[in-house]
């Protein structure tokens, strides 16, 4: 399923703090106009971008700035109530929504797409196509000594291993951090680590030895130059792909891609809700725009009640692990 990511090429500094003009439509629109603040995980970012530049293709008057301070940072610009809407690809901790909740924000969570960490090597390695959880474990735990391909499993060449990985305030470093070795946070801090994807992108590509994770997405836009390794566990090898991402057979690296949206300003501006609204209205379009995986019918609807109901607080209890839509529509029944 081939994909032109454009939004995800630019360098991260091209989308912080991205100001979408009022552009040459003056003549569409339905009289909104005003600011919408953006911010949180560069995971994220791209479909909020997308989200944006369609919206005021319609709607001119108003004016969408996205910041990606990453999913904690974005959290903060959201306790200190200068985010309308936060991206976010892990749920929001328990700590954060008292810290929300003592600064009198309440919040609405909604899904916006799926997504599947993609481990990743350079093109040449011809060796690791597929690792074990275990031995993922191993090259990424605290005071990990593995520095070549050869310490991970027999048979792989005496080839130096480069790492490179999300920074620690992104919900991508806590989400791969519980998944691979067990708990939030643990990682070597031996490697190159980055808010910006591209960052990634481009260290595994110089690299014979590189290996790194992002999402899915900086993956399938780079799919010419790098390698996805697929996950061996109880149930077989899986190579992280659409269908396996949405059936949840990608496990445990799925993940869904969140929004959380400052109920205050949902009520009081217009231009939220229009944007939102637009958003689920469009998923597909959007979210295949960033190269992300839509949320489908069922979901859609979910987040859409959500939004309509005002419906405040989590679905989920801190950040998990392989989480399936299935998981995520059964977790709205609770």
Known sequence: MPRTCALLALPIGALFV????CGDGASKGSGISGEIVMDGSSTVGPILAAAAELFQEENPNTEATVAMSGTSGGFKKLVAGEADIVGASRPVKPE????????????????????????????????????????????????????S?????PGFPDEPIKLFGAGTDSGTFDYFTLAVVGKEKASRDDYTPSEDDNVLVAGVKGELGGLAYFGYSYFESNKDSLASVAIQGESGTVAPSY???????????????????????????????????????????IVKLACYVPLGAEAVKLAQSRLQKKRTGSMFHGTQAGISMRDLLDAEKD
């Open 18 to 21: 991205m100001a979408l003009g």
């Open 96 to 147: 954060e929504i008292e810290q929300l909740k003592e600064a009198g924000i309440e919040f609405i969570e909604v899904p916006v797409a799926m997504d599947g960490l993609t481990v990743v090597v350079n093109k040449s390695n011809t060796w690791a196509r597929s690792l074990t959880l275990d031995e993922l474990r191993r090259i990424w735990e605290p005071g990990s000594k593995v520095t």
């Open 149 to 153: 391909w050869s310490q991970v499993r």
């Open 243 to 285: 269908a396996a991402i949405l059936d949840g057979t990608y496990t445990p690296l799925s993940r869904p891609l969140l929004v959380y949206v400052n109920k205050r300003a949902y009520e009081t501006k217009p231009q939220v809700r229009a944007l939102l609204s637009h958003l689920f209205e469009h998923n597909d379009e």
